[in-house]
């Protein structure tokens, strides 16, 4: 496979040789399906967990399995199977067929081409060659680093994680190709503990690359700023209610673009009228100055990867121009429908799931204004620093997102910190709402998108922005 | 079932000297059939299998799992746990369960007919509930998603220290996510039916809930801030105390993220409170019969009266508290036991919602809340979630309100308990709903 031209030398094997992935699809086929795909995957996983003071423990695992998908008309039918030798896979790949009940009969055979696609983002240091003694440091080092912080911080978790995943998928076109995937990712949650109770603060980051991104992020500055986080929380007055200008910090804001319409431009949503923004291609959904794009090329970020979970490679594809909505993203099927090809988006959680339209780093671009100005310009409002999850009914629009770490704006200055809440708003009015972006551009931190029960790593990125009026979910008056 | 017991007692045999193993093995079946305009969207059918393997040496513990059955790669499983025992730090309440003689209830969660159930069946249940769901009323423009889905799940645990434990159950579940349509507007509307074989489901009862949820909504305006009493409707009230009951864990409380440590005893609660854990309760969708270390699962009494009785344990926080594990381990395959409850209910009241709602002259039904994971903190208890649903004016229920959110304090709410319904409804998830009137919370609107 051209990945060993990569130098990564585990990338060259096949988990599955293609003769045997040529048999399963032939059988596949056989019932008279228009459309058949075999995803194999290979997932082994580490994660560590220091809490309490203590190193908790290790967990190791692996999952290797196939899905095989067949298509008859609209209907899909599905399998998946932990054994991969061909009896395994042919077993899995009757099942699927059933499932979608061709009724043609007769024998299709599948040749398979060449191996293509791109080449895996490329990795240094592989995790499983760094021992889990250098792992586990880590965990210690930025333990001492939040407990070193302030007296007042009581609780420290720190996690360490990585995943070494190859996939491979083999489909009716004759598609061939693979990937192999490397996620590490690290994380430090505290608790600070005051006279008005307790407070959370949390820092994580998560690369698509090795242990080389240790060479550029300090842990222990990492963990400093989870207990700071905590800490500032501990003086903190509870959240305003109401409507009124929201002004959120760079890196911070990607969830809101996420909810707001992310969801809502999934063709699979959109096919279905179940959004908002069903119908509104070539029209102007959001203020001029938002331009939004979804990348799942950005090197080394969380939602990056050479092909989706269908074998297309990923791209750069921009949602919104100028305020002007350009397309919605897409995977295999819905795009066959469309007769176009899927944007790249095709994913899934793992070889038990059915692949659908996801998202992967999903990023406001710049704009001119100065964040300081921004502030200064803002009357009475909440500067939002760090932003929880978030929640959206593409159907309505209406959509939530949480904050961690968020300010008072009075006078255009930020003043008291504010309590954890939640802000409410409505999609396409906070689109047309965001009167200001800044050139402050920062990745947010990594992320794992939940959709029909499957969670998937997803980036995502802003500059400085404001929006006019958003609700915010506090107790004060 | 004898398999699975099989597998885990060969690899305890594996333990070697004084090392303690926990073998957990997990069998899953699972079938899912999406319909869509008149037509099977998907099928699947899907068999997953996993085996976790914990050793126990020197008060330290190691994990490891795999997604399969297969012996070569438990034994690899079996090895890294061993590997990964070395990095952890001594800790002298570490260790496996031991058996505590308590008996497993006797619960009736399988049932054979599911296995036999013909998939065709299941298909056409899918079909008919999109049907009924878009004929239930002519504003319905669409479905979201109409779906059968259902698991067979077997699973078995076995432990050096003489834990033989095996679980089976059965489920499946029907659910319909409605798209209502007026001038141009659109609304989302939830109906489901649950039950451990499917002549247990109700097919209309999930599509006339998933229509009336939609049209009902049809209209809604975002309404002023202000403070009200606000009624939760099961779904709600059910969310909610699942986290209350996440709060009452040993774990959490032992590790000092808990807002009930030093509370027991005290009044947290509004006196006609009463909130149990039984997922001997076989009512509950959450039943099983033992917990994820095999100890048997019982009934725990969490607040009674208002006052706070006690947290859940399994038997490593059990140790560490010197007291004994309640049954309340959780986990899968692929984790290690923690602690949580599995079927939290409040005692149920005497009036139903619509007793309830008529004894309130200005006040919010909640139908609906959204982003309890990002806006609700149960370390520091601050409660803060978007919302839908229904002001109640006079006693009763009148225009549909939307696009804003209802915030306290987990504490607080619990204070302010005013009533609980009659309605006790076991839902897909670790706690019962019940219509629950809280006294005052802050409405974030225009």
Known sequence: MDHELNGDADAGAPIVEPDVLEEALTSAMGTGAEFAEVFVEDRRSISALFDDGRVEELTSGRDRGAGLRVVVGDTTGFAHTADLSPAGLRVAAEAAASAARGGGGGVREVALGAVSGPAPGPVQIMPRDVSKARKVALLERADSAARGSDGAITQVAVRYADSHRRIQVANSDGLLTGDRQVRTLFSVSCVASGDMGMQTGRESIGHTVGFEVFDSVDVEELARRAAGRALLKLDAVPAPSGEMPVVIGPGGGGVLFHEACGHGLEADLVAKSASVFAGRRGEVVAAPIVTLIDDGTMPGEWGRYAIDDEGRPAQRNVLIKDGVLTDYMWDHLRARREGRPSSGNGRRQGYRHLPMVRMTNTYLGSGDADPDEIIAGTDHGVYVAQLGGGQVNTATGDFVFGMTEAYMIEDGRLTNPIRDGNLIGNGPQTLLDIDAIAGDFAMGSPGTCGKDGQGVPVGDGTPTLRVTRLTVGGTAA | ?446
């Open chain 2, 1 to 446: 079932m004898g398999e699975l017991l099989d597998l885990a007692e060969r690899v305890v045999g594996l333990a070697e000297g004084s090392e303690q193993l926990e073998v957990v093995v997990v069998h899953e079946h699972e079938t899912e059939v999406r319909a869509y305009e008149g037509e099977v969207e998907s099928l699947t059918v899907a068999e997953s299998r996993g085996v976790g393997v914990r050793v126990v040496f020197g008060n330290r513990q190691g994990f490891a799992y795999t997604g399969t059955l297969d012996e070569a790669a438990v034994g690899e499983a079996l090895a890294e746990a061993r590997d990964n025992l070395s990095f952890a730090t001594p800790d002298e309440y570490c260790g496996v369960a031991e058996p505590d003689g308590v008996e497993p209830a006797d619960m009736d969660l399988f049932r054979a007919s599911l296995a036999d159930y013909p998939t065709d069946a299941k298909v056409a249940m899918a079909l008919e509930l999109e049907r009924l769901t878009r004929a239930a009323d002519e504003r319905i423009s669409g479905i979201e998603s109409a779906e059968y889905s259902d698991s067979i799940t077997e699973s078995a645990v076995a432990t050096t220290t003489g834990i033989r434990a095996t679980s089976r159950e059965t489920g499946c579940f029907l659910s319909a996510y409605a798209l209502a349509e007026q001038d141009g507007e659109t609304q989302t509307g939830f109906g489901f039916s649950l039950g451990r074989d499917p002549a247990d489901l109700d097919m209309s009862t999930a599509a006339d809930d998933a229509a009336e949820r939609a049209t009902r909504m049809l209209g809604a305006v975002k309404p002023p801030s202000g403070r009200l009493t606000v009624v939760l409707d099961p779904w709600v009230s059910a969310q909610f105390l699942g986290i209350v009951g996440g709060t009452l864990s040993a774990e959490m409380v032992q590790k000092g993220r808990s807002l009930f440590a030093d509370r027991l005893g005290d009044e947290v609660a509004a006196p006609g409170v009463t909130l149990i854990d039984d997922p001997t309760d076989a009512r509950a969708f959450t039943a099983s019969s033992t917990d994820g270390e095999g100890l048997a699962t019982r009934r725990n009494l969490l607040i009674e009266g208002g006052r706070l009785d006690r947290f859940v344990h399994n038997s490593q926080t059990a140790r560490r508290a010197g007291t004994v594990s309640t049954g309340s381990a959780v986990r899968g395959y692929s984790s290690t036991p923690g602690v949580g409850v599995r079927a939290v209910s409040l005692l149920p009241g005497q009036l139903s919602q619509a007793e309830l709602v008529a004894g309130i002259d200005d006040g919010l039904l909640i139908q609906g809340v959204s982003g309890l994971h990002s806006g609700v903190n149960p370390v520091s208890g601050d409660f803060s979630t978007g919302a839908e649903g229904l002001r109640i004016r006079g006693g009763e229920l009148a225009e549909p309100v939307r696009e804003f959110t209802i915030a306290s304090t987990i504490q607080r709410m619990l204070l302010d308990m005013e009533a609980i319904g009659s309605d006790l409804q076991w839902l897909p998830m670790k706690a019962a709903g019940v219509t629950l009137v809280i006294g005052e919370l802050t409405i974030s609107g225009t």
